[in-house]
C-alpha cells in the first residue's frame, strides 16, 4: 500500500521548492545558527532513486515540520510567520477552502497557541463580567484569573451567575 503525501507535506515542500534560500534563513535566525556567506540557494534534483525501479523524494517538508521542535516559544512564533510569510500561491488557496472550524490541527504548536488563545479569551471575558458585577478588580486577581486553565476559568463564570460577592466567585 502506497501512501500519499498529505496538503501539509505538499506546502512544506512547495514553500522550499519555491524558496530555497529560506532553509538557510530558518537555521540561521529561527535556530541561531552561524552559516558561511551564500550567493545563491537552489534546489538540485531532489529525486533519490535505486537500483530497484522504486522512487523517493527527498523529504523538505519533513526538515520544516520538525525544525520547530525544541524552540522556545518566540522562535517557534517567528519559525510560523516565516512559512506563512513565504507559501507560494497554490498553497494559500488551498488554505481559504480549509474549513478553521473543523480543522483538527496537527502540530502540537497549533494546538499549543490555539488553546492559550483560547483561555486568553475567556480569561478576559471573566475579567470583565467580575468588575461589571463587582467593581474593579486587583492587580492580584487579574493575575490570577489570566493564569487559570480553561476549566477553572469556566467554573469562575458558572459561579459568577450567582455569586454574591467577589470571593465567593473565585472560589
Same mark, same amino acid.
Given at each position: ?7 501539509? @507535506?505538499?506546502? @512544506? ?23 558561511? =556567506? ?13 537500483? +530497484?525501479? %522504486? ?21 517557534? #512564533? ?7 510569510? %513565504? ?8 488554505? #481559504? #477552502?480549509?474549513?478553521? $472550524? ?8 497549533? $494546538? +499549543?497557541?490555539? =488553546?492559550?488563545?483560547? %483561555?486568553?479569551? $475567556? ?24 493564569? =487559570? ?13 450567582? =455569586? ?8
Amino acid at each position: 500500500m502506497r501512501l500519499m503525501p498529505s496538503q501539509l @507535506h505538499e506546502s @512544506h515542500l512547495l514553500l522550499f521548492r519555491n524558496q530555497p534560500a529560506l532553509a538557510a534563513q530558518l537555521i540561521r535566525d529561527a535556530l541561531g545558527v552561524r552559516l558561511p =556567506a551564500f550567493r545563491e540557494a537552489r534546489i538540485e534534483s531532489a529525486d533519490l532513486t535505486e537500483v +530497484q525501479p %522504486a522512487e523517493y523524494r527527498a523529504d523538505l517538508a519533513m526538515a520544516a515540520q520538525n525544525a520547530s521542535s525544541g524552540l522556545d516559544a518566540d522562535r517557534q #512564533k517567528i519559525y510560523f510567520d516565516l512559512i506563512l510569510n %513565504a507559501l507560494g500561491e497554490a498553497a494559500r488557496q488551498a488554505l #481559504k #477552502k480549509m474549513d478553521a $472550524r473543523t480543522y483538527e490541527y496537527q502540530s502540537d504548536f497549533a $494546538r +499549543q497557541y490555539i =488553546a492559550q488563545g483560547k %483561555a486568553e479569551g $475567556r480569561a478576559a471575558l471573566i475579567l470583565r463580567l467580575l468588575a461589571l458585577r463587582f467593581g474593579a478588580v486587583g492587580a492580584e486577581i487579574e493575575s490570577r484569573i489570566r493564569g =487559570a486553565s480553561i476549566p477553572e476559568l469556566d467554573l469562575i463564570g458558572e459561579r459568577l451567575l450567582t =455569586a454574591r460577592t467577589l470571593e465567593e466567585a473565585l472560589e
